[in-house]
């Protein structure tokens, strides 16, 4: 009996470290998908994937897309925040991200998404008038600094023939994505599900990439890869739903800052994975970039012991944020 409730006790941590591992993935994913299509034509493959697999869901689970949202008939009232949503991200946001995966390694692309959590700070201190702590903005200097250097000290290669502008790009995405983060706050705090806002970005993202399909700069595929068709529909389903599933398990069994913690793997899952199977190397600057970059970060989220019963006691007080905004972090990292 203690064997199994130990079991059933780890259940939530496992699932959590595997939502993380599926999400550090996409960008490796994408790298290979990249070598056999041309990335508009991966961005939509991705966006039809997903939405086919939310309607599957949605047949097969009635309830799954219900939000107290759309029983009080609020969509429309808040059809402007739920279109800058969509346009933060998936729309500009795997713009910027495709080219620069084209530019840059998988390996510099997770490292340059650990700073997300801290742009997100910054853009909710003006836009939700948070509190913006020095701890934070120092910890995004230093961060920054850190992507500066990971840029400029990378060595030229067939698979990053121009670091420095794909991390600037990729830095732009995360840009896009803070706006995303915020959106998706208020609508949850709205009575939105996170699950009805993701499919909502699914659907949202195939109709914009659709007619980019017909670009004179788009070549549309005459042949289907295995391997590269293979890591589209990852892209769109695995990725997409099987992370959300597992992350979504774990945050309704342990603490939200718990589970929150977990989003910090990302970068490390990224470079292992961007080195084991794309073999890809950084050099020693690069390496003493990634911890000045994870140094920045640690300040900013290091804690007194009463700041923590402060956010323990919110968590407990205010369930709507407590759930969506792990959720939401996660989402604007890795719904790739």
């Known amino acids: 009996m203690n064997s199994m409730n130990r079991q059933n006790s780890l259940l939530p941590y496992i699932s959590l470290l595997f939502a993380t591992l599926i999400w550090s993935s996409s960008f490796v994913a994408l790298k290979i998908a990249f070598q056999g299509y041309h990335p508009m034509v991966v961005i939509f493959g991705r966006m039809a994937v997903g939405s086919i697999s939310f309607l599957i869901l949605a047949i097969i689970f009635k309830d799954i897309l219900k939000s107290r949202a759309l029983k009080q008939k609020s969509l429309f009232a808040d059809i402007k925040l739920i279109l800058m949503m969509v346009i933060c991200e998936p729309c500009l946001y795997f713009i910027f991200e495709a080219k620069a995966l084209e530019l840059t390694t998988a390996s510099q692309v997770g490292m340059i998404t650990a700073i997300m959590p801290l742009l997100v700070s910054v853009v909710a201190f003006f836009v939700l008038k948070e509190d913006l702590t020095e701890k934070i903005l120092v910890g995004l200097t230093i961060s920054v600094f850190g992507a500066c250097w990971l840029s400029f000290s990378g060595e030229v290669e067939a ?62 595929p005459v042949s289907f890869p295995l391997l590269p068709t293979l890591s589209v529909v990852y892209l769109g389903a695995a990725v997409t739903l099987g992370a959300y599933a597992l992350f979504n398990f774990g945050v309704s069994r342990i603490a939200a800052g718990q589970a929150s913690a977990f989003i910090n793997l990302i970068p490390i899952f990224s470079l292992i994975l961007g080195i084991v199977v794309l073999n890809e190397r950084l050099n020693v600057q690069q390496y003493a970039a990634c911890a000045v970059i994870f140094a920045g970060i640690f300040l900013s989220q290091h804690k007194t012991k009463r700041s923590e019963v402060v956010a323990e006691k919110a968590v407990l007080t205010d369930e709507a944020v407590s759930i969506a905004e792990p959720i939401s972090v996660a989402e604007s990292v890795i719904d790739k």
């Open 159 to 220: 698979n990053a023939p121009n670091p420095p502008l794909g991390n600037l790009c990729e830095f732009i995405a995360m840009v896009c994505a803070s706006g995303y983060t915020i959106c998706l706050k208020k609508l949850t705090q709205r009575g939105y599900s996170p699950f009805f806002l993701t499919a909502l970005q699914a659907f949202g993202g195939a109709i914009f990439y659709f007619p980019m399909l017909f670009l004179p700069s788009t070549n549309l």
